[in-house]
């Protein structure tokens, strides 16, 4: 695993030439690597953290954990998780299951006793993306980003029964951030966002 990290690193580091300024061709490249890095230190730190001889669960909170907080107040549920939502429509597996420690680990704390979880028989969630100021927006925002699916997939069962019509409406706005970015997904019952709804539009859509 190690040996991945520092083939990664020096190939990152060979993108930058030894006197002026990267071609775009470099900086792409060093992008490209730059996300194969993370997954590959995602993947390690999940090595030790599970397996290493001193696991972190007994030592002090996951990467996961330190990236997620959770909190339920007035009816709404809501998480941040301290990373903005990877820039890339495919997400690795180290990525991938990144994500839903970190989201489980902002559900556990909302959880925690004497607290519950509520239930939505139908519910509404917000996706809120704060991205850092320079990134690629067309990577980040194209609707066919599985990060989306990830979020949704792992709050069903939990918050609500399914990610139907029947069950479930979200939506997915962003702003620019000048920091490192965060995601913050809030759940909350549909029937709120219906009053509001109301009073814009009529009930059966608009008129002709």
């Not at 520092?6 to 990152?12: G, M, Q, R, S, V």
């Not at 066919?144 to 979020?151: E, F, G, P, T």
Request: aromatic fraction near 8%.
């Amino acid at each position: 695993m190690y040996t991945d990290l520092n083939k990664t690193l020096t190939a990152i580091g060979k993108c930058l030439p030894a006197d002026g300024e990267p071609t775009t061709e470099q900086l792409y490249r060093m992008y490209d690597l730059t996300q194969r890095l993370l997954s590959q230190e995602l993947a390690v730190i999940c090595g030790l953290e599970t397996y290493g001889p001193n696991p972190a669960r007994q030592e002090r909170p996951t990467l996961a954990r330190q990236h997620a907080a959770g909190r339920n107040v007035n009816g709404i549920v809501t998480l941040t998780l301290e990373e903005p939502i990877p820039a890339m429509k495919r997400l690795t597996e180290a990525v991938e299951e990144h994500w839903k420690a970190m989201l489980h680990a902002a559900i556990s704390e909302v959880a925690q006793p004497p607290r519950t979880l509520p239930f939505f028989e139908q519910a509404f969630v917000a996706i809120e993306i704060i991205t850092p100021r320079g990134s690629n927006n067309a990577r980040v925002w194209d609707t066919s980003n599985r990060a989306i699916q990830v979020i949704l997939n792992n709050l069903k069962g939990i918050f609500f029964h399914d990610d139907d019509m029947e069950h479930m409406a979200f939506s997915v706005v962003g702003r620019w951030s000048e920091g490192l970015g965060k995601t913050v997904i809030r759940i909350f019952d549909f029937a709120r966002l219906q009053q509001v709804w109301t009073g814009i539009l009529p009930p059966d859509g608009p008129g002709p």
